[in-house]
């Protein structure tokens, strides 16, 4: 366990560096939904060189899920937009389930209206559609925002296009603590350091980010609005102060202190104000993580001689043991409905992400790789993102919940960890 805490405090210093995230899909679910999103009419007049188009933006965030098999649709002449009349015999010929049309035109103030409609191709019914305003820089962020609806429509779960993930590279000599959209796209440097920065966790209202920073030679607890780059001391005790856990309501985090001795688990307030021991074992306590309700803290554990998940109430308490299949699992994460628990646990050699059925207490292993770390649920529970090392080198992956949907987020040349999957936009 203390080897384990050494690895997560200093492993990143040997870090060999950046552009945007790329993904490549490993792996697909079984039976897709077949949607064709035909080009938007007028969407050209949003590229600048820079910019996908919005119809191939939908397109790639719905493959990315797993659940969609996008089909090529050429650019017709005419072109179809939301308010045509929809050949359903026709574009079942074509393979397709369901199908997006829109259009995008300019408006006198300098903005954009983009327009779409849903169709069930199947059903031969319209599903609904949208209209959003727009400039040429909120491209991206539309396009996501149509995914999100799409998905919505056709799963009836909340799509995760819009949100965004933390993450921390290394360029040359120094890491920086990166902030993307889901797509790895937009990417922006939250803080740029010469020292390791670790463990960043999300508040539950997208606006800040916690994280651990060595930049003053001893790991500190620092908090960093997203919009403006003011750092905030929140713990800088004695000793190390690592693995920041925000509440559900954002009025408290949970952290690691060794102030009074070993690694034990406290709380404090985002200001640095109040803070409250939880723990009190002869062990090593950390990686605290809130349950969605609040009333749990899950929590990694030698105290019973190998380290192993707990839980105890939120409020303070006694802990009571989660885990118990093999000798070695750390790195809780509870999913957004509280059903489930991800973590990482030993086989052997390999450091493998597995799922936790709260109810069932049944085990699934979830990925076939050597050295998974650091397990973040997407918002919707769908995905899990981690950290992984392949060929020497970290990598972002994420693994479907039923282990079915995989993919790899690679910088080039660069090593990626620490992620942290952001919430849904409000």
């Not at 797993?66 to 308010?83: D, H, I, W």
């Not at 001795?261 to 009190?280: A, F, K």
């Amino acid at each position: 366990m203390r080897n384990l805490l050494a690895a997560i405090l200093f492993a990143c210093a040997a870090w060999p560096a950046q552009a945007q995230l790329s993904i490549e899909i490993t792996g697909a679910g079984g039976q897709r939904i077949a949607i064709a999103v035909a080009p938007l009419a007028g969407e050209g007049a949003l590229l600048d060189g820079a910019n996908a188009s919005i119809s191939a933006i939908v397109r790639a965030d719905l493959e990315r899920s797993g659940l969609f098999r996008g089909l090529e649709v050429p650019r017709l002449v005419p072109q179809l937009t939301e308010a045509s009349s929809v050949n359903y015999a026709e574009w079942r010929s074509r393979l397709a389930d369901t199908l997006v049309l829109g259009s995008v035109a300019a408006r006198p103030d300098g903005r954009f209206e983009v327009r779409f409609r849903l169709y069930d191709v199947v059903r031969q019914v319209a599903l609904g559609g949208v209209a959003y305003t727009l400039t040429r820089e909120q491209v991206r962020a539309t396009a996501h925002r149509i995914a999100d609806y799409v998905y919505e429509k056709l799963t009836g779960e909340k799509g995760v296009f819009s949100t965004r993930i933390a993450y921390v590279v290394k360029r040359g000599e120094r890491f920086e603590l990166q902030v993307a959209d889901a797509d790895g796209a937009n990417e922006q440097a939250m803080l740029v350091s010469a020292e390791p920065i670790i463990s960043p966790a999300w508040s539950p209202d997208g606006r800040r980010l916690a994280y651990v920073s060595f930049q003053n030679k001893k790991p500190i607890v620092y908090v960093q609005d997203i919009e403006v780059p003011k750092q905030q001391i929140v713990a800088n005790f004695k000793g190390s102060n690592s693995a920041p856990a925000w509440s559900p309501d954002g009025r408290r985090l949970a952290l690691v202190l060794t102030r009074d001795g070993n690694s034990q688990i406290y709380l404090i307030n985002p200001d640095g104000s109040n803070l409250q021991r939880l723990t009190r074992s002869s062990g090593i306590d950390t990686e605290p993580f809130f349950s969605p309700d609040g009333q749990w803290l899950f929590f990694t554990s030698d105290r019973g001689g190998s380290p192993q998940i707990y839980r105890m109430p939120a409020a303070g308490g006694d802990a009571q043991r989660v885990t118990f299949e093999g000798s070695y699992n750390v790195s809780p994460r509870v999913s957004p409905d509280g059903k489930n628990l991800a973590f990482i646990m030993r086989d052997g050699s390999r450091f493998q992400a597995a799922l936790l059925d709260l109810n069932t207490r049944q085990v699934q292993v979830l990925t076939d790789s050597d050295l998974d770390e650091s397990p973040s649920f997407a918002p919707n529970g769908r995905q899990i993102l981690l950290a992984t090392i392949i060929a020497g080198r970290g990598v972002l992956t994420s693994v479907s919940a039923d282990g079915r949907v995989k993919q790899r987020l690679t910088v080039s040349a660069a090593d990626v960890r620490e992620p942290a999957w952001g919430p849904l936009n409000k």
